[in-house]
């Protein structure tokens, strides 16, 4: 077809490319307890954001479509791996509207199905046809360990409010905006990106995945979102409103907010006033203006690249993200 | 020094060089929450057959000691990532005398714990300098898929005892001999075997690890060996000699069997009487005889190797196993 198709119906072409790849990465019938937890999770749906980060970060550089889609499709399988276990140690019951793993089935079962996640995400990125094999699975590698760092980090500062804000964007960083630059970066190899491009994509990435993950939080304070609202504060989460809060508040809002946050049980009324509390405290400004600023300089490092429809798309994503409601 | 060192003394010398790299694989201090179960898991010893047969494997073709450690350590850590997440899954308490990760601290550090030695296992191996390292890496990866769906067919067959023998031995054959013919396989390819010779290492470790499990569900049966007496059967676990037992002794003695492991505690005497049923319908004969068959064919498949101290090694090792107690 000649006409120009929009952003939103490329994003959706890839999601369509990458959904058909993960819907034979488990097509064994036997053992039924192994694959179908791992089918139910890679067939789960989801913005498959990661995936796409490959593609686009290697269409940026000059690279191919099909030449990245086993790497695409290996990021997303590590995803979901992190997923599955990362609900077991939240005790998470749903995802994406759905039971979790260990919901659906138990613990063993969803154990079992993350490893085998990660076995399957690298036997996809192994059948990558590239020179040097060995730096993108090292990248791969490395990035786990980081994410398991992050996770790890994660779980040591629950239920502490005297961690920093420094310290908080560290874990994030580790924890979510990690594989987004492995993504980045895996695709930009395959392109054929040079040191130069390939540092600016992983840039973009980690300024986006952090972005995203402040923008989700506050999400969490917003009654139109598609979130539940206050969900991460009714189960006690730890977000950077509360880091932030705790770390600038005066004496009296950080009392009030810390009782609240400690009942038994909280409201949507208990909520509403955290928020208040949250924006009183130029908590809520504050987190905007953070996730502007890596918006901002995702997109100035952007314009570093050649133009192109891919880095185009990579622009667009950065709104489409911020926009987001879910 | 020109003293010819004796097997038991190259097993230790092997053993310390592994361990020695081992110590240096989860040095960093943090997150103490990671980095500290991973090494309590390294640095609890054993008796590391699996780096050994990356050792022998390798030496066995003519291959250097020092091109494969990197491989050995890998496969390592990875036998230990399994032992992690199986400890959760069997609800073990107890690893070698010493509490399971999740025991000393709890379930989410136990599965991060696990998790992170895949990917440390991952990043050992890629250290690898070999021209096909994606072959390698192939092995490896795929090799982890079906030790999942060994363990998946574990747990499947858990507390049913209408599992053919044939369908038990494909199980046990996944679940832990698979791993051993990874070990053999990477060290024989590191090694520069050619297609025969890599095949017999690996059909070599296939009986070596049948031969292995087998020996350990009789070891159980035995008030002198260094396992707790009866621990299978008093954790109701399902071995060979029971699915032998289920599948060939009268219905007075499988009746009888079945009234004893089904019973809330099981005692040594209720031990004693499994013990004297098996004998009685032979399955103990049975048992003992299927582990002297896969002892005798690897010796007959090494046989076709050339001569070497490492095909001596890798014929001793099959009888050391034979007549170990724990």
Chains 1, 2 share one sequence.
Request: glycine share 6%; aromatic share 6%.
């Amino acid at each position: 077809m000649a006409t120009m198709s929009s952003f939103q119906e490329r994003m959706e072409n890839y999601r369509g490319i990458i959904n058909e790849r993960l819907h034979g990465v488990a097509n064994k019938p036997n053992p039924t307890s192994f694959y179908e937890p791992v089918r139910y999770v890679l067939e789960a749906g989801g913005k498959r954001i990661r995936p796409i980060l490959v593609i686009l970060s290697c269409q940026a550089v000059g690279g191919k479509l099909e030449s990245c889609l086993d790497a695409a499709v290996a990021v997303e399988i590590l995803h979901n791996f992190t997923l599955v276990h990362d609900d077991i140690m939240d005790r998470d019951d749903l995802r994406r509207s759905r039971m979790t793993v260990h919901k659906k089935w138990d613990e063993a079962t969803a154990i079992l199905a993350g490893d085998g996640l990660v076995a399957l995400a690298y036997h996809y990125l192994l059948k990558t046809e590239h020179v040097d094999l060995k730096e993108i699975a090292d990248i791969f590698t490395d990035g786990i360990i980081d994410v398991c760092e992050g996770q790890a980090l994660d779980k040591e500062y629950e239920g502490r409010f005297d961690i920093g804000l420094n310290q908080y964007l560290e874990m994030i960083e580790k924890k979510t905006a990690r594989l987004l630059m492995i993504a980045s970066e895996i695709g930009a190899i395959i392109g054929g990106a040079n040191q130069n491009e390939r540092a600016i994509l992983v840039e973009y990435s980690r300024q986006l995945g952090n972005a995203f993950q402040i923008q989700d939080d506050l999400l969490d304070m917003e009654t139109t979102s598609g979130k539940t609202f206050g969900s991460d504060i009714k189960r006690k989460k730890r977000t950077l409103l509360l880091v932030h809060a705790f770390e600038h508040a005066n004496a009296s809002i950080r009392e009030t907010l810390w009782q609240i946050i400690h009942q038994p049980d909280i409201t949507d009324a208990d909520v509403m006033k955290v928020r208040d509390l949250l924006d009183a405290c130029g908590t809520l400004r504050f987190a905007g203006q953070q996730v502007q600023l890596r918006i901002d300089q995702a997109k100035q490092l952007l314009r570093e690249l050649p133009t192109s429809e891919a880095r185009n798309d990579l622009m667009q994503l950065l709104d489409w993200i911020l926009m987001r409601k879910s």
